[in-house]
């Protein structure tokens, strides 16, 4: 059985930072992509972030990049989610989400990734 599970957000200050994990379990193939997704209150879950095994291939969104970084660990079974100089934009119930790596490009579509974790809420206060 396949489960994501998320930790990390809070309530933080604009301009400060905070650090996503989401650690795995069940994805016994070695070919996993990784993703990270949010959703506002009242909008639709968007991508933020994704990240090959390799760690050497990364896409982010044009919001976030530059300000946050995806990491994983992969024999720690972990994926990372860096979040930097945060905006009140920012404030979202963040979720870790995977997929078998099929794409030739990674992918930013959430219909594109079959295992999600329940989430956790990032607030950025002004």
């Known amino acids: 059985q396949v489960q994501l599970a998320e930790s990390g957000g809070g309530l933080v200050q604009a301009g400060g930072s905070l650090r996503l994990s989401c650690v795995t379990s069940?994805?016994?193939?070695?070919?996993?992509?990784m993703g990270w997704f949010r959703q506002a209150p009242g909008k639709e879950r968007e991508f933020v972030a994704a990240?090959?095994?390799?760690?050497?291939?990364?896409l982010y969104a044009g919001s976030v990049k530059g300000r946050f970084t995806i990491s994983r660990d992969n024999a720690a079974n972990t994926v990372y989610l860096q979040m930097d100089s945060l905006k009140p934009e920012d404030t979202a119930v963040y979720y870790c989400a995977g997929t078998l790596d099929r794409w030739i490009n990674l992918p930013s579509s959430r219909n594109a990734y079959d295992y999600w974790g329940q989430g956790t809420q990032v607030t950025v206060s002004s």
């Open positions: 069940g994805l016994t193939s070695n070919t996993w992509i």
């Open positions: 990240i090959k095994r390799s760690a050497g291939s990364t």
